[in-house]
Structures are given as structure tokens and as C-alpha cells.
């Protein structure tokens, strides 16, 4: 065991010995590493403050549907039923003529022609479904049902959800997935970059401690023993990369939520993003640099398995 033990300890001496011996190499590892990790976790903060974002104007998105005056009660219990029961639908409500008689008056309080209007014709006012749905983007589901010929024969105008308003709403949730999509496929294209400069690293190491390897070889150091500083050395990468961007990252969003008066940019909400580091630092931390020690530690290992059986033998 305390053999066992001796040898973690001197494969760990090692690889920080290594680590600063190479420093000029290190340091062009880490910076490769150091922006692929920045991106994961600034897409997945954007990611979350997006969903936010969405899930705010999904909130305050209601789509109308304005019921005949001849419609029976039993008719319009029926067709909030089958409203309910639509997978898209998170809530609705129902609103009889004299309630949205009140919404109408109170949505219109600074136009005075439109409140003299009522005023002077009965209650106009149709009754109203207002349906709050979960998703944007499969909102057309429920614009299907709408349409079908037994639901429209139920209502006195098309739904409000339509023209310009549905227009900005989809350009909203497909900016928003562009975003995503954009935020993935740099997250990809670094990590290979990543990948391949530790390879690249790697074998440079290898290269300038050949002799060193052999003559380890002929007094019987085990393959693992062998590995070990490189794995170490990389894992080092890995360690100060992730916690670098981490810190760099909270300190952005912090001193952006701060100093911006605007809460938000776009469709980023700085100051949700902030607080969402505040809640989550110690778990965001904790994430990056075992993400950051498991990409260092799996391409130096892979690595080796390559390299060293070619420049060992």
C-alpha cells in the first residue's frame, strides 16, 4: 500500500515538475483550453438565461379566441376541455362578455374614442379564451386546432395570435435557437483544436524525454508509471484552465450586470445571468475543472497510448 502510495506521489512530483519545465507549452495548451472551456460555460449561461428569457415572453404571450354570442354554455365548457387537453397549452382562461367588457375598458383607458364607443353600443364584447402555451415554437398546434371547421364554427373573429405579432415572436424563438446552435458548434470546433494541441503537446514531450523513457524502459517502470507525469501534466491544463475561465467569466457578468444600466442585452439578461452565477459559482466552478481535467487527462492519455509505444521502441 505505502509502496503503492510512493509511486502516486512521484507520478504526481512528476507531472508538475513537467508541467513547469514545459511552461511555453503549458501555456499554449492552456489558452487553447482556456477558450473552449470560456465558450461551454458562457453558452450554457446564455443557454439558461435565454430559456428565462423565452419562458418570460411565453408568459405574457396569450393567444385570443373570441366566442359567438349564440354559443351555448355547454358548447364553450366543451371546447375549454379540449383546449385543456392540448400537450402545448400551460394554462388558459375564460373571460364572459361582462369580464372582457372590463378588460377591454381597462387595456383602453387613454383612448377615448374607443371608450365612447362601448359606451354607446351594448356590450360588443365577444367572450374570450386567452391560451397561455409552453412552447413557442410548436404553437402552431394549437392554431391547427383552431382552425378545425367545429372550432371556428364557435368563434365570431379570427385569434389575435397573427400579422406582426406572430412574425416577431418566431423571429425571437429562431434567433434564439440560431444562438444555441452557434454556441454548440464552437463548443465542438474548439474542443477538437483543444484536443489536438494536447496531442500535439504530448508528443513533443515524449519526443524531448525519449531517452529518458528508454532508459526507464530497461530498469523495469511499468507503462503506467510511464503515463502518469503526462496525464498529470495535462490534468494541470485542465485544473487552471478551468477555474480561469470560470472566474473571468462571473467577473464579466458581474461587472457588465453592474455597470450596464440596461438589465439586459437582447434577449441576454445580464442581471439574471449574474444572479444565476451568484446561486451557482461554487457547482459552476467545480464543473469547469473537472471538465477541463477530464479533456487534458483523456487526450494525454490517448495520446500516449499512440506516442509512446512509438518512441519506445
Known amino acids: 500500500?505505502?509502496?503503492?502510495?510512493?509511486?502516486?506521489?512521484?507520478?504526481?512530483?512528476?507531472?508538475?515538475?513537467?508541467?513547469?519545465?514545459?511552461?511555453?507549452?503549458?501555456?499554449?495548451?492552456?489558452?487553447?483550453?482556456?477558450?473552449?472551456?470560456?465558450?461551454?460555460?458562457?453558452?450554457?449561461?446564455?443557454?439558461?438565461?435565454?430559456?428565462?428569457?423565452?419562458?418570460?415572453?411565453?408568459?405574457?404571450?396569450?393567444?385570443?379566441?373570441?366566442?359567438?354570442?349564440?354559443?351555448?354554455?355547454?358548447?364553450?365548457?366543451?371546447?375549454?376541455?379540449?383546449?385543456?387537453?392540448?400537450?402545448?397549452?400551460?394554462?388558459?382562461?375564460y373571460l364572459n362578455k361582462t369580464q372582457a367588457l372590463?378588460?377591454?375598458?381597462?387595456?383602453?383607458?387613454?383612448?377615448?374614442?374607443?371608450?365612447?364607443?362601448?359606451?354607446?353600443?351594448?356590450?360588443?364584447?365577444?367572450?374570450?379564451?386567452?391560451?397561455?402555451?409552453v412552447n413557442l415554437n410548436k404553437i402552431q398546434d394549437i392554431k391547427n386546432f383552431l382552425v378545425e371547421p367545429n372550432v371556428a364554427a364557435l368563434q365570431s373573429d379570427s385569434p389575435t395570435y397573427s400579422g406582426e405579432r406572430e412574425v416577431a415572436i418566431n423571429k425571437i424563438t429562431h434567433a434564439t435557437n440560431i444562438l444555441r446552435e452557434v454556441g454548440i458548434l464552437s463548443i465542438v470546433i474548439f474542443t477538437i483544436i483543444s484536443v489536438l494541441i494536447i496531442f500535439?503537446?504530448?508528443?513533443?514531450?515524449?519526443?524531448?524525454?525519449?531517452?529518458e523513457i528508454k532508459?526507464?524502459?530497461?530498469?523495469?517502470?511499468?507503462?503506467?508509471?510511464?503515463?502518469?507525469?503526462f496525464v498529470v501534466e495535462s490534468a494541470l491544463y485542465g485544473l487552471f484552465s478551468g477555474?480561469?475561465?470560470?472566474?473571468?467569466?462571473?467577473?464579466?457578468?458581474?461587472g457588465a450586470s453592474s455597470s450596464l444600466q440596461a438589465s439586459s442585452l437582447g434577449l441576454l439578461n445580464i442581471s439574471y445571468a449574474a444572479n444565476y452565477f451568484d446561486n451557482h459559482f461554487l457547482l459552476s466552478l467545480a464543473a469547469m475543472v473537472m471538465l477541463g481535467i477530464?479533456?487534458?487527462?483523456?487526450?494525454?492519455?490517448?495520446?500516449?497510448?499512440?506516442?509512446?509505444?512509438?518512441?519506445t521502441k
Open 243 to 254: 477555474t480561469l475561465s470560470t472566474f473571468i467569466i462571473y467577473g464579466a457578468f458581474k
Open 102 to 133: 372590463a378588460q377591454y375598458e381597462q387595456q383602453n383607458t387613454a383612448n377615448k374614442q374607443l371608450a365612447n364607443a362601448v359606451d354607446v353600443l351594448s356590450n360588443p364584447i365577444p367572450a374570450t379564451i386567452i391560451i397561455n402555451p
Open 200 to 211: 500535439n503537446t504530448i508528443q513533443m514531450a515524449i519526443f524531448n524525454r525519449r531517452d
Open 294 to 311: 477530464l479533456l487534458g487527462a483523456g487526450s494525454s492519455f490517448i495520446a500516449t497510448i499512440r506516442y509512446l509505444k512509438f518512441k
Open 215 to 229: 532508459i526507464m524502459r530497461l530498469l523495469g517502470a511499468s507503462t503506467a508509471y510511464i503515463r502518469g507525469p
Open 1 to 93: 500500500m505505502r509502496r503503492h502510495l510512493r509511486s502516486l506521489g512521484r507520478i504526481f512530483e512528476t507531472g508538475v515538475i513537467n508541467f513547469i519545465r514545459n511552461i511555453g507549452l503549458s501555456v499554449a495548451a492552456m489558452s487553447v483550453m482556456f477558450v473552449t472551456l470560456t465558450i461551454v460555460l458562457l453558452s450554457f449561461v446564455a443557454n439558461v438565461a435565454f430559456t428565462n428569457t423565452i419562458a418570460q415572453i411565453t408568459n405574457q404571450i396569450g393567444i385570443s379566441v373570441f366566442l359567438k354570442d349564440s354559443d351555448t354554455p355547454a358548447q364553450t365548457n366543451t371546447l375549454l376541455a379540449e383546449v385543456k387537453r392540448l400537450p402545448n397549452v400551460k394554462s388558459i382562461q
